[in-house]
């Protein structure tokens, strides 16, 4: 029987004695994993191992490590794999689990657990999060891991800390864990990373909103497309091409498709596949998204099509009740928080109330966003569309970004976008010398490059260890070795993209601007 299985677990009472096993059989041929729970009984008048579960409640695995480490912090992780790789990493904690996943745990036994310290480990993924907080529910004296920095669905078996102390400290939040200002100096955190200017980042919650008729849904299928197609829109770069979902709760069928055929042609026949577009006469029976139902929707659209900013036009469409009030916004929290957790950037377009400059409804609703924008009316003859864009609110405005952000008059006139105020950032005199060297090493190796204006991350590094900007990494250096080897590379490899000069697409490198004065 046990043969059958890849990989066997056994499970045992605080006292080592066998108490049933779990058989696992790897993800091969198109079947997903499986498990087979194997308990000692009797079945048909004959004693044995038989395939079937234990009875509930079901023991923990790994019960045998409490008496071994009774005064050491338990680690309750979501699988077998994940608590013995919890185990050999951090073995001064007793790691546990419970058998079934998600879907079982309401059915273990967590009472040797009553009294003790305790971090749970969730998988990086919703039912993760949600399993871990019944279990805190049952052991309210326990913390949380935080694991959203890591892969999705990743667990203990898929991170390898340097420093597992370290590691594990930074993720928990303790009473008596540092929250002072020097701590918060030194956290490793994820910066944003720009994919329209810094107007749109990947954590980017924003709200445009303008009188009806003023051309936001014009304004925002623009940016969805320079930020699609990778070309840009007005004075805003766009590093790399992204999947950008844009859904309209308004137009019909053909007016959206009018609307993407002037969009493809005023960006030169720029191709957009990187744009989906859902529109709501498709989709009649989309549930509103401030519903539970409907925010289960658009998070599976988003995670079956790798979506990496969403543009909802616009929120009155979109929600259900009243817009006056504070609830429909409030019940659409949630949907904001995961998509911002999940990295995807979201832009709310929005009506303007009786006063053209204001946003309709109550104000509370800007609370939770990073910038709010007005777009205002100008007078332009001839232009089909021309606005003043103006930012009453933007939490990552900086000196060296500010340009970004000022306020600009955008005019469509004969079939183009036009941009009249935008700062002309200046880029090089923001540059260190030695970022200038990293600059100059990758103009070289795009000189050589097959392709006009791409090279490879390879060929820009074998470039910087010609000129002795980096050192030269071997196979057989170990991957700490060739993390400090690649440091600086990295480090302003980063700047310069955080600048504008350069856009990065996995291996690909763009050159998205070459003079720097």
């Known amino acids: 029987m046990f043969a059958d299985f890849d990989t066997v677990y056994e499970y045992t ?6 108490t049933h096993y779990v058989g696992r059989i790897e993800a091969r041929d198109g079947r997903k994993k499986q ?47 994940a608590a013995d790789a919890a185990q050999a990493i951090f073995f ?104 329209l200017g810094e107007v749109i980042t990947d954590t980017t919650r924003s709200l445009l909103g303008g009188a009806s008729g003023i051309g936001k849904t014009h304004l925002a299928m623009a940016m969805a497309g320079g930020m699609a197609t990778g070309l840009g829109f007005a004075h805003w770069r766009a590093p790399h091409r992204v999947r950008v979902l844009y859904i309209d709760g308004e137009m019909p069928r053909d007016l959206v498709q009018e609307r993407l055929a002037d969009l493809k042609r005023r960006l030169g026949g720029a191709s957009l596949t990187n744009l989906v577009v859902l529109c709501r006469e498709d989709f009649p029976d989309m549930e509103p998204l401030n519903s539970e139902a409907g925010q289960q929707f658009l998070l599976e659209m988003v995670e079956q099509h790798h979506i990496r900013a969403v543009f909802f036009d616009n929120r009155m469409a979109l929600l259900s009740g009243s817009m006056r009030e504070e609830e429909p916004w409030t019940d659409t929290l949630p949907l904001i928080r995961e998509l911002t957790r999940r990295r995807v950037a979201q832009i709310w377009i929005d009506h303007a109330g009786h006063d053209a400059a204001r946003i309709y409804g109550t104000k509370t609703k800007e609370w939770h966003l990073d910038a ?14 021309a606005f003043m864009l103006d930012f009453t609110k933007a939490r990552r405005r900086r000196p060296d970004n500010r340009g970004d952000f000022e306020a600009v008059t955008l005019v469509l006139e004969n079939d183009q976008w036009r941009v009249e105020g935008a700062q002309r950032v200046q880029i090089g005199a923001r540059l260190s010398p030695m970022a200038r060297q990293f600059h100059r090493a990758l103009l070289d190796a795009l000189a050589v490059s097959a392709r006009s204006g791409q090279t490879t991350r390879s060929a820009w590094y074998a470039e910087c260890t010609r000129t002795g900007l980096a050192e030269t990494v071997c196979e057989r250096d170990t991957s700490a070795v060739k993390r400090s080897k690649s440091a600086s590379f990295r480090k302003y490899m980063s700047q310069l993209k955080a600048a504008g000069l350069v856009g990065i697409n996995g291996e690909t490198v763009y050159d998205l601007r070459k003079d720097l004065g």
């Open 13 to 18: 009472s605080e006292d080592d004695t066998a």
């Open 35 to 81: 498990f087979f729970p194997v308990t000692f009984g009797v079945s048909k008048g004959r004693r044995g191992w038989f395939r079937k579960a234990p009875d509930i409640p079901r023991p923990l695995y790994g019960l045998n490590r409490l008496p071994t480490m009774p005064d050491a912090v338990v680690i309750v992780c979501e699988g077998e794999k």
């Open 92 to 195: 001064d904690h007793a790691c546990l689990s419970w058998f079934g996943g998600a879907g079982q745990v309401d059915n273990a036994d967590f009472g040797p657990l009553v009294g003790r310290k305790v971090i749970i480990w969730p998988d990086n993924d919703t039912a993760g999060r949600k399993v871990a907080d019944r279990i805190a529910k049952r052991l309210p004296q326990a913390y949380i891991l935080r694991v959203d920095d890591l892969g999705d669905g990743d667990d203990a078996a898929d991170v390898a800390p340097d420093d597992p102390k370290a590691w594990l400290a930074d993720r928990l939040l303790p009473a008596a864990m540092r929250l002072d200002g020097e701590w918060w100096l030194t956290r490793q955190l994820q910066k944003p990373e720009p994919l």
């Open 372 to 385: 709010v924008a007005i777009l205002t009316k100008v007078e332009r003859p001839g232009s089909e569309i």
